[in-house]
């Protein structure tokens, strides 16, 4: 058979349903063989919004999402999903064409070295150079994708190879199981528990990876141990759960790192370093169990005292089984300061003033979605807002990036997210600034037919820039810009589009919408006033509870 086909049976052999992206005339091969197969190609307008789209299709379900991009330009466009994919921790296979390797009459037209320039920023990059070796290289980077860590794959397939003639082969999908950890390292962990007076729980994005959910419900509800979460182990556990104190959206100084200063103990679960600390060890200070599928990396603000390798859901189960409430445990300061966190955050949800307050819109979004609504954020100074305010029902439901915090990715996301999950309500949240770099997107979600609604908080500027900015004590400079009229923009796509005048105006539209067919884009005026005063100067100068 035909190797392009022997490629397309293998994809379909590891269970892919989309692939998303730009053919060129590298891939033409692999396009014709495409066209009979179970797998549904999505054309998109942008390689990176195909990266971002393949890239939230392997964070919602576990499995590989797969994009496509020709040689060299094609390819150079998707070096951001992919390092978006692999500090994500997500599972994601890119294909990339080639010019002929054995013989070519183009010179070094378009060609640059791909797969080196791959290997930093993905687990594998590999040329396929025989045909009869596709059904192994693709098993193999299939496997290395999802193996924990997960991250981004990358195959380069020449088109004289893609025409070769080659003996058709398939390897079985086996499932990989983790062990579990030792019974010393769990009596180690027990040891840590029963000596510490003022324990708390840490979430992070491993724990969101492998749906650990409800293992990790178990333990918090039979010890009562009070739980946080990073940004992106969001909604693992309920945050309407009477125990959660909140999540950590800046490294040191917020409400909540009142309660992890005065902990002597946290128990990590899923956390890496490659997301913003969530908060910083010091010497002599609370010791720190790390619970995660591979030990712990060490730096200067994170070096745990324990690791308890293996897989975190049975490891979880074993020490949930293992473990006794203490009487001595005192969890008092951590609820006032709950408390406390809640009254601040609180504060501007229904504030009037217009242009709105992030603290206001976030409030109103999450009052429109039901607790399976998805949210997918652009990057931006509104994701700490979202990071800290918004709460989550369920995991996957908040879907930002805390690791490459890269923007252009929002509009992509919801599209997946929408895709993956067609009978859910999807909302995406992007800056003015992140929207535009992708913004072309919006001609492939009409053409999807997708029900999607996309808000733009629109400041004229570089948001985020400015806040730091305004923060290191600099002018304003360099950071504005103008926009679009991004109504007539959405509209010349085939979308509805609306610029509410009002809080209250912003509410309505948004309660109409989210139950309507079709694309709705709504430009938001959105006013920043408040970041620096709040995240730079109140919380920094807080006087935490006694």
């Not at 994809?11 to 989309?18: A, C, P, W």
């Not at 990590?268 to 720190?288: A, C, L, S, Y």
């Not at 439901?397 to 992509?412: H, R, S, V």
Request: a neutral charge; hydrophobic letters at 40%.
């Amino acid at each position: 058979m035909k190797a392009s086909d022997l490629f397309i049976k293998a994809l379909e052999n590891e269970g892919v349903e989309y692939i998303f992206g730009i053919p060129g005339e590298e891939n033409l091969d692999l396009l014709n063989s495409l066209q009979d197969s179970s797998i549904q190609f999505i054309l998109t307008r942008h390689e990176q919004g195909a990266g971002f789209m393949a890239a939230t299709y392997g964070r919602l379900t576990g499995k590989v999402g797969v994009c496509m991009a020709t040689l060299g330009p094609g390819a150079t466009n998707l070096v951001t999903p992919a390092a978006y994919a692999n500090l994500g921790g997500i599972p994601m296979l890119m294909i990339t064409g080639q010019k002929p390797i054995k013989k070519s009459k183009q010179g070094r037209f378009q060609i640059i070295d791909v797969v080196h320039m791959m290997e930093p920023i993905t687990k594998c990059s590999k040329q396929v150079v025989n045909g009869n070796n596709i059904a192994a290289v693709l098993r193999q980077s299939f496997k290395l994708a999802v193996q924990e860590r997960p991250g981004a794959v990358h195959i380069e397939l020449p088109e004289d190879i893609a025409r070769e003639e080659v003996d058709e082969q398939l390897f079985p999908v086996r499932k990989t199981y983790y062990p579990i950890a030792r019974n010393e390292s769990l009596q180690n962990a027990l040891k840590m528990l029963y000596e510490a007076k003022m324990p708390l729980v840490l979430i992070g994005a491993g724990a969101n990876r492998r749906c650990i959910g409800s293992a990790m419900k178990e333990f918090i509800d039979k010890l009562g141990i009070p739980f946080f979460m990073t940004q992106m182990g969001k909604g693992v556990v309920s945050e309407f759960h009477p125990l959660y104190l909140g999540t950590a959206a800046l490294s040191e100084n917020d409400y909540l790192h009142c309660a992890i200063d005065r902990a002597d103990l946290i128990i990590n679960v899923g956390h890496d370093i490659i997301e913003k600390p969530p908060f910083i060890m010091r010497q002599g200070g609370t010791k720190v169990i790390h619970i995660n599928f591979s030990p712990s990396s060490v730096d200067d603000t994170y070096f745990p005292q324990l690791d308890v390798t293996g897989d975190v859901a049975r490891n979880l189960n074993s020490l949930t089984q293992l473990t006794q409430k203490q009487e001595h445990w005192d969890f008092t300061y951590f609820m006032r300061i709950k408390d406390q966190s809640q009254a601040h955050i609180v504060k501007y949800f229904k504030d009037e003033r217009f242009p709105i307050l992030p603290q206001r819109a976030l409030k109103d979004i999450r009052d429109v979605l039901p607790k399976d609504g998805i949210l997918t954020l652009d990057n931006g100074i509104y994701k700490i807002w979202f990071a800290r305010n918004y709460k989550c029902y369920l995991p996957h439901t908040l879907l930002l990036d805390n690791a490459l915090a890269t923007m252009g990715a929002g509009l992509a996301s919801a599209m997946a997210a929408k895709i993956v999950h067609p009978d859910k309500k999807v909302i995406a949240v992007c800056g003015d600034g992140g929207f535009m770099m992708n913004a072309q997107e919006l001609e492939t979600a009409v053409r999807l037919e997708l029900d999607l609604v996309v808000i733009i908080l629109n400041d004229s500027a570089y948001g985020m820039i400015k806040w730091k900015q305004e923060g290191m004590g600099f002018d304003h400079f360099g950071l504005d810009f103008k926009n679009p009229d991004f109504v007539q923009y959405a509209k010349a796509y085939g979308a509805m589009g609306y610029r509410p005048t009002s809080c209250d105006e912003f509410g309505s539209i948004l309660n109409d919408v989210i139950d309507r067919k079709g694309v709705h884009l709504i430009d938001l005026a959105v006013d920043y006033s408040l970041n620096h005063a709040i995240l730079n100067e109140l919380l920094k100068n807080k006087t935490c509870l006694t």
